[in-house]
């Protein structure tokens, strides 16, 4: 694919991003790829934005504020509105380019970000299409799920530590993205994350960072986006989830999506067998969930 390095605003930072052209006349289609928790731009976006290039799509991945080659502090904190908000100054940034038609703009998030299109897309009417890969949705619901009732006890104790500490240091504790649950404390305790992360944060994303701080997982408790799906009135969705996940619960990411009022909307369950991890680290799987979102982006956008 061909790529450009470009440099966008987001409140007053300078966001890093990878600009992907296709192979066809200007103005092209553009979506804007939002990663999830902890994400580098390099971070399997690239396997699918070749998707999208190759559907005639231009695509803009960047870093969020405070990661990769972004600027921010403290570095690897994640609030959830301030990364809606740089997706939407992303949706600025590729408007404004002579080589892009504004009128053709989509959203893509994975995981934390599937989560995020859904506010981006209810406050942004410039958004035509929004497509949601293993969102994260009710973030409450998420951690209690994934970390059960007395993982969730001890959850409560590092937030509640790192409370006090914050006001009595100024300085933000820290916490893993993922680890097996009886080894360390982390946001996501699912045990097959990390060997994925570490697989491309070895080859292909060595800006990669597994940790955040304790502030980014107390935000997950208050994070719910399911009320903004009830305002995706006409905008084209798109929404894949796997046969199981426990990582961002199918469970709950099916009876959502059908709240979703848009007459144009699509799922795609990931046969049996797939997972959340699955789609980043199995060919078959991935190549399924580039491929829907290139035909609904060639539909719709």
């Known amino acids: 694919m061909k790529r450009e390095d470009v440099t966008f605003n987001s409140d007053g930072l300078k966001l890093k991003g990878h600009f992907y052209v296709p192979d066809a006349s200007p103005p092209y289609p553009a979506v804007v790829m939002a990663g999830g928790w902890c994400y580098v731009k390099e971070l399997i976006q690239p396997e699918y ?4 290039v190759e559907a005639g799509v231009a695509v803009l991945a960047f870093d969020y504020r405070n990661l990769g080659e972004s600027e921010g502090e403290p570095r690897q904190h994640i609030n959830p509105w301030e990364q809606i908000y740089d997706i939407i100054n992303g949706i600025t940034y590729v408007s404004l380019r002579d080589d892009v038609d504004s009128t053709r703009v989509g959203v893509w998030g994975i995981s934390y970000a599937g989560g995020h299109v859904f506010p981006v897309a209810a406050l942004d009417p410039r ?3 929004i497509f949601s890969i293993v969102p994260v949705l009710d973030g409450w619901y ?6 059960s009732n007395v993982g969730l006890r001890r959850l409560w104790e590092i937030i509640q530590k790192d409370r006090f500490e914050r006001i009595t240091t100024g300085k933000h504790g820290t916490i893993a993205h993922s680890a097996h649950p009886h080894e360390a ?8 994350t990390w060997p994925v992360f570490k697989k ?6 060595p800006n990669h960072q597994h940790w955040t701080t304790i502030q980014s997982c107390e935000y997950v408790l208050s ?3 399911t009320p903004y799906m009830k305002r995706i009135i006409h905008q084209p969705t798109l929404m894949v989830t796997s046969w199981y996940d426990d990582i961002t619960m199918t469970e709950f990411e099916v009876p959502a999506f059908h709240t979703i009022p848009s007459p144009r909307k699509k799922l795609v369950q990931v046969g049996e067998g797939a997972s959340h991890m699955s789609l980043y680290d199995n060919p078959d799987h991935l190549k399924i969930v580039g491929a829907a979102c290139a035909e609904f982006a ?3 956008l």
């Open 127 to 129: 958004v035509k299409v």
């Open 200 to 205: 491309f944060k070895e080859t292909v994303a």
């Open 223 to 225: 994070y719910d986006v």
């Open 185 to 192: 404390p982390s946001t996501f305790p699912a045990p097959e």
């Open 49 to 52: 934005a070749q998707f999208f």
């Open 298 to 300: 060639t539909q719709f």
């Open 142 to 147: 998420n951690t209690l799920r994934a970390n």
